[in-house]
């Protein structure tokens, strides 16, 4: 097993560390189980741990005259950002997270005052989904931003949904969590694993 191994191949390796019929005709079907469980465990891998080769520099957003909210880079993980830029001119600024309502007395979004270049931005609910928002307004010049941070992990819904984590290490986590409290294969999947 390996990196992109699907949901199916990984819900089989499953069932076969926990020692149970490789087939859903055999026993009952517990695929539903299986597809949580390693979902779960995913899940709690990808923010227990630094995965290098997810860090990914999105494309650029152009930022338009006086628009303040923009919608996030597919496949984004908000929650792990690990630089911020904006671009113009042909070279980059580092862009600092998070506007106060001190910024709003600077530059007011509501009365359309615009600057060059933004010099802050965050993630907002407005309403349905989160947004990202720039401060101050673009006034229209050339500008660009751009994040530097960790591509989300996604949900494995069918069988053929690959998982970017190594799924041999999925599997015995998986296999460790599920086994009886007093299987002797608990503890030694648990270590293999880590």
Do not use: C
């Amino acid at each position: 097993m390996a990196k992109g191994a699907t949901l199916s191949e990984m819900i089989s390796d499953l069932r076969e560390e926990l020692r149970r019929a490789n087939s859903p005709s055999a026993s009952p079907d517990d695929t539903p189980s299986l597809r949580r469980t390693i979902n779960h465990v995913q899940t709690v891998l990808f923010y227990a741990n630094d995965w290098p080769f997810l860090n990914t520099l999105f494309d650029r957003i152009t930022l338009n005259a006086g628009q303040r909210w923009y919608d996030l880079p597919a496949n984004f993980d908000f929650d792990r950002i690990l630089d911020t830029r904006v671009w113009w001119g042909g070279i980059s600024t580092p862009v600092e997270r998070g506007i106060t309502l001190d910024d709003y007395n600077a530059y007011d979004p509501t009365d359309d005052q615009r600057a060059f270049p933004i010099e802050k931005w965050d993630i907002r609910y407005t309403g349905s989904k989160a947004q990202i928002e720039v401060w101050p307004l673009p006034d229209g010049t050339d500008q660009k931003l751009q994040f530097y941070g960790t591509r989300a992990v996604p949900r494995l819904v069918n069988d053929t949904d690959t998982s970017p984590i190594e799924s041999e290490v999925i599997v015995l986590y998986a296999a460790a969590e599920l086994a009886p409290k007093d299987s002797p294969d608990k503890e030694g999947k648990l270590a293999l694993a880590k």
